[in-house]
T-cell receptor, first 118, second 113 residues
């Protein structure tokens, strides 16, 4: 079963408007972390924002905020005041404990391609 | 502080050959993870190394292997290359196994002909 679901393969947003990218996750761990990464056409993955499962406040990093709804297992990324440079693939990811092993496992969603229109 | 570096950036090989990719983590980072990214399968976790020991492994055949050196640099090896191994291979480093975030390198794009 998919552990990370991103239901929007592609999104369009007008420059300077806000956009929400959806992410739902599935885990039985009590302690886990949720991440959003941006991947421009150059291919490099860029860390955007992190939310821990025990964090009560929604994470914010500049124009990025994470709308964390634990009961719904949802971790949507909100980008305010979109810029042309925001056009990229966006991946939601989860860090959870690997069963039977010492360490962590990162699971990525399929990604959402965001296009910002001038 | 220098970021994660990966060499080479591009590589072309033929079926049956083997390949070794290199990753140098951010200074002070002790954990290195490897990922394969393809259009069909997306981003998939290969393995994670910490203090020269493989701590975690994804669901890949034994042709995929790796190692980590005492300076935390890591290499990934793929033997008997198949066409389906064509992908972007990303390396990421973090402070430790419980690191909050991973920092990714630019990737090595492997093409198997």
């Amino acid at each position: 079963a998919q552990k990370i679901t991103q239901t929007q393969p592609g999104m369009f947003v007008q420059e300077k408007e806000a956009v929400t990218l959806d992410c739902t996750y599935d885990t039985s761990d009590q302690s886990y972390g949720l991440f959003w990464y941006k991947q421009p056409s150059s291919g490099e993955m860029i860390f955007l924002i992190y939310q821990g499962s025990y964090d009560e406040q929604n994470a914010t990093e500049g124009r990025y905020s994470l709308n964390f709804q634990k009961a719904r297992k949802s971790a949507n990324l909100v980008i305010s005041a979109s810029q042309l440079g925001d056009s990229a693939m966006y991946f939601c990811a989860m860090r959870e404990s690997q069963q039977g092993a010492y360490g962590q496992n990162f699971v990525f969603g399929p990604g959402t391609r965001l296009s910002v229109l001038p | 502080k220098a970021g994660v570096t990966q060499t080479p950036r591009y590589l072309i090989k033929t079926r049956g050959q083997q390949v070794t990719l290199s990753c140098s983590p951010i200074s002070g980072h002790r954990s290195v993870s490897w990922y394969q990214q393809t259009p069909g399968q997306g981003l998939q976790f290969l393995f994670e190394y910490f203090s020269e020991t493989q701590r975690n492994k994804g669901n890949f055949p034994g042709r995929f292997s790796g190692r980590q050196f005492s300076n935390s640099r890591s290499e990934m090896n793929v033997s008997t290359l198949e066409l389906g191994d064509s992908a972007l291979y990303l390396c990421a480093s973090s402070l430790g196994l419980a690191g909050l975030e991973q920092f990714f390198g630019p990737g090595t794009r492997l093409t198997v002909l």
